[in-house]
T-cell receptor
Framework: SQQGEEDPQALSIQEGENATMNCSYKTSINNLQWYRQNSGRGLVHLILIRSNEREKHSGRLRVTLDTSKKSSSLLITASRAADTASYFCALMYSGGGADGLTFGKGTHLIIQP | DGGITQSPKYLFRKEGQNVTLSCEQNLNHDAMYWYRQDPGQGLRLIYYSQIVNDFQKGDIAEGYSVSREKKESFPLTVTSAQKNPTAFYLC????????????FGDGTRLSIL
């Protein structure tokens, strides 16, 4: 399965600013998921967006999905130092599912206090 | 609290030695997964299991073996045939449904002595 590609690979912003990261992919998906990973820890699920959905919100997180462009974005508003982590998009491909998700290489986000 | 427990957190392997990484979940999930993560990289699927006594190879299964004798447990053995085993290993589980997120353990970091 093909990976999603996150952009940018790394992002450093000031606390309080908004952070936007993007994920692009190449084939049809069933759903797209965003995960966060703090250094040396496991991944934590943030949001799942289905292929027939265009936008979802969870607290300070906003995810959009554009299936015509095969891309998704994750927006974190009013960033905090605790948001410093790596963020991964994970794809569930259409017709697949038995072998789970395909993860991108991630965006490393640093929030400067 | 329900969750996934991986042990040990750190593991060292000598040349020619097999080592086994433990993964236990009490979430009553049918599906379990093993991933490998190298520095600055995304997750790559090693093995997955959708049901007890059944498992399938992922993208990088060579040099690894698994068993699924109980629903709660999915141990991974890194064999001596795996020539580059140094990595961060993550175990995950999910409900048997493609529109469900995966839940991750906190990982095992394997190093070669």
């Amino acid at each position: 399965s093909q990976q999603g590609e996150e952009d940018p690979q790394a992002l450093s912003i000031q606390e309080g600013e908004n952070a936007t990261m993007n994920c692009s992919y190449k084939t049809s998906i069933n759903n797209l998921q965003w995960y966060r990973q703090n250094s040396g820890r496991g991944l934590v699920h943030l949001i799942l967006i289905r292929s027939n959905e265009r936008e979802k919100h969870s607290g300070r997180l906003r995810v959009t999905l554009d299936t015509s462009k095969k891309s998704s974005s994750l927006l974190i508003t009013a960033s905090r130092a605790a948001d410093t982590a790596s963020y991964f998009c994970a794809l569930m491909y259409s017709g697949g599912g038995a072998d789970g998700l395909t993860f991108g290489k991630g965006t490393h986000l640093i929030i400067q206090p | 609290d329900g969750g996934i427990t991986q042990s040990p957190k750190y593991l060292f392997r000598k040349e020619g030695q097999n080592v086994t990484l433990s993964c236990e979940q009490n979430l009553n999930h049918d599906a379990m997964y093993w991933y490998r993560q190298d520095p600055g990289q995304g997750l790559r699927l090693i093995y997955y299991s959708q049901i007890v006594n059944d498992f399938q190879k992922g993208d990088i299964a060579e040099g690894y073996s698994v068993s699924r004798e109980k629903k709660e447990s999915f141990p991974l053995t890194v064999t001596s045939a795996q020539k580059n085993p140094t990595a961060f290993y993550l175990c995950a589980s999910s409900i048997q449904n493609s529109n469900q997120p995966q839940h991750f353990g906190d990982g095992t970091r394997l190093s070669i002595l």
